[in-house]
């Protein structure tokens, strides 16, 4: 398992939501360049990066500053998403540089979409998945739908998709521990390498998700940035359980 710290931006700034909350905004940096340098100078072996107006507008709106981040960290590569919820979309993300695009609530509901992105991508889409425990969440993370995460997973293993981000949203950026339990039922489920997100607060979460088979990588967002999660201590810990 590797870990990949979080870069969200908005209005051009590094910033972290607590559950996804507009509303609930803290500013880490007026430099997501540098912050993005800091991270690999620390060991990161890839960093996820949010276009989070994008997000909130449907389309993305922070491309440039995005294609900034991905020169700079050169040849770490780089995942990105936010907004991306048609073809153009994610062509745009993947003209960046990026190695990967995430493609979130659309792939999720819409088999077509998502078998459509994957075939013209291969092994570069990762579909990311929020939910409420086994339940995916939509509208802005405010309800929980009918459909199942395992399900979403199973579609994008069968559609070709790189890997599935899985977001427990009601842990996300709360430092509350992860959602351990169903990340290692979702992982048992699908074949598919799942990559683990929201609720870290320390060394020993990522030493459990690290233990789950199949369990490739955890994105890292607000652990790191108010320094409960050392990075360069983080890596070796994990390092060592490999």
């Not at 507008?57 to 294609?67: D, F, K, N, S, W």
């Not at 981040?69 to 990105?80: C, F, G, Q, R, Y």
């Not at 979460?205 to 955890?218: E, F, H, N, Q, S």
């Amino acid at each position: 398992m590797i870990i990949i710290p979080a870069i969200d931006l908005r209005d051009g700034r590094c910033v972290r939501l607590r559950e996804g909350r507009s509303d609930r905004e803290t500013v880490f940096s007026d430099d997501p360049v540098a912050m993005a340098l800091r991270w690999v100078a620390l060991g990161a072996e890839r960093l996820h990066v949010v276009d989070l107006d994008g997000a909130f507008a449907g389309e993305p709106r922070q491309t440039a500053l995005v294609a900034k981040i991905v020169a700079s960290v050169t040849p770490v590569p780089v995942e990105v998403g936010g907004g991306l919820r048609d073809l153009p979309a994610v062509e745009a993300a993947l003209d960046t540089g990026a190695r990967w695009a995430v493609v979130g609530t659309r792939a999720a509901l819409d088999a077509g979409f998502l078998a459509d992105v994957c075939r013209r991508h291969p092994g570069r889409i990762i579909v990311a998945v929020d939910a409420r425990g086994a339940q995916v969440a939509v509208k802005g993370w405010t309800e929980v739908s009918d459909e199942r995460v395992v399900d979403v997973g199973r579609r994008a293993r069968d559609a070709g998709a790189a890997a599935l981000l899985y977001t427990d949203v009601s842990r996300d950026g709360m430092e509350q521990g992860p959602n351990v339990e169903d990340t290692a039922a979702l992982a048992r489920a699908i074949d598919l390498p799942i990559l683990a997100s929201g609720g870290v607060a320390g060394i020993d979460d990522l030493r459990r998700l690290a233990a789950i088979p199949g369990v490739a990588g955890t994105v890292v967002g607000r652990a790191l940035y108010t320094g409960a999660v050392d990075l360069q201590a983080a890596v070796a810990a994990v390092r060592e359980a490999r």
